[in-house]
């Protein structure tokens, strides 16, 4: 990816956050959208590009060698081990934040999210920034309550606006190919630890079981009283077109079904047998890996392009429902939220 590593580029992409602008830039998860964390001005340009209701804190980037402590006031034990163990990578933690930090990037809260993303391009990047000493707060580079971006062009998709320029408040994208992981990252609350114990927020790509050998024990399912988490709506992530689930063995004869009435559906399955008629029905259809890495992977770019062919439905094959698949149907789930009974409604009509 060595074209991706332009080092005039990324200088000139540190330059316009340290001037309290907004770049975006791929990460390993999706592609975020940048502003200097401790610019308040700047932080609010995030919120108001992605029309993103304020008061939702956003996640504060952080080259390899940067001190998370600078950001929080208290960095316990569980938090150095599983820094040890998954950074840079897609796992970020909550943790009481530091009283010099401002309030814009937490929205209002007393924690922080900080994270260490392992991808070349947003490395250098955070590496440029301030000397590698800033944080860089980033929520995923979309408009609030759309699909995560995994590609750049997904990013100008986003925020281009009706005259076809860039949006006013965007001042460049970076170039960093394909997310490898395909959905956000993982995120653990460690700031409850004295009174409750880890809690994760949103699951992703690193495990609950992969973070327990790190911890004592499995860290606890979100709750009531967990800090804001905009992602954890019941409605987030969402296609334009409604979406709906479907187990494996529903699939062929719903299919049908649909398809009988003439009805446009697009489909995403992962299992192989299906009926050759019933494929060339659909007026879009996109089958990724049965394995959820790969699943997750290419889920949000397929969800753009199935959405693009505008359906009445997208219809989505349900993954099984184990722990390595929970953080990609933590994200269907979401996705189908808005669609209850459209399923019904289609096939009633
Ligand atoms: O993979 C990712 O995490 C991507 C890339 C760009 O790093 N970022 C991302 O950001 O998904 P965003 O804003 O779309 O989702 C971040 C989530 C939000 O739901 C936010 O509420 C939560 O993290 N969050 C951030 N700081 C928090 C805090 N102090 N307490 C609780 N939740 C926090
Ligand atoms: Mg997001």
Not at 1 to 17: K, Y
Not at 161 to 174: K, N, R, Y
Not at 332 to 338: E, G, I, K
Request: negative net charge; contains cysteine.
């Amino acid at each position: 990816m060595s074209s991706d590593l332009n080092a005039q580029e990324i200088a000139h992409a540190a330059r316009l956050l340290e001037a309290g602008g907004l770049v975006a830039f791929p990460t390993e998860t999706v592609y975020g959208l940048g502003a200097d964390a401790e610019n308040p001005q700047a932080v609010a340009k995030i919120y108001a590009a992605k029309g993103r209701p304020s008061g939702h804190p956003v996640i504060v980037h952080l080259a390899p060698q940067a001190d998370p402590g600078y950001w929080v006031s208290q960095l316990p034990a569980q938090a150095e081990k599983l820094i040890a163990a998954f950074w840079p990578g897609p796992l970020t933690l909550i943790l009481p934040r530091a009283p010099h930090i401002p309030d814009a990037v937490a929205g209002g809260q007393d924690t922080i999210g900080v994270r260490c993303p392992s991808h070349p391009v947003a490395q250098a990047l955070l590496q440029e920034f301030k000397h590698g000493r800033g944080g860089v707060a980033a929520p995923s580079a979309n408009k609030f309550g759309q699909v995560s971006p995994t590609a750049s062009e997904h990013v100008r998709q986003e925020f281009t606006e009706a005259d076809g320029g860039l949006h006013p408040l965007l001042d460049l994208i970076l170039e960093g190919g394909q997310s490898e992981v395909g959905i956000e990252s993982t995120i653990l609350d460690l700031s409850r630890l004295d009174y409750l114990g880890p809690v994760l927020l949103r699951p992703g790509h690193i495990s609950a079981e992969e973070l327990a050998l790190h911890l004592e024990h499995m860290p606890l399912p979100a709750d009531e009283a967990a800090p804001r988490v905009s992602g954890a709506l019941a409605s987030h992530y969402a296609p334009r077109s409604p979406l709906a689930l479907i187990d494996s063995a529903s699939l062929p004869a719903t299919l049908q079904a649909l398809l009988q009435s003439g009805r446009r559906i697009a489909l995403l399955h992962h299992s192989n047998h299906l009926d050759t008629a019933l494929q060339e029905s659909l007026c879009a259809r996109i089958h990724l890996p049965p394995r959820p890495h790969g699943f997750a992977h290419g889920l949000y770019a397929a969800l753009r392009r199935l959405d693009n062919a505008k359906p009445e439905l997208i219809l989505v094959e349900q993954a099984p429902d184990t722990h390595a698949w929970h953080g990609v149907n933590d994200r269907l789930r979401r996705a189908a939220h808005d669609s209850i009974g459209i399923l019904s409604n289609l096939l009633r009509k």
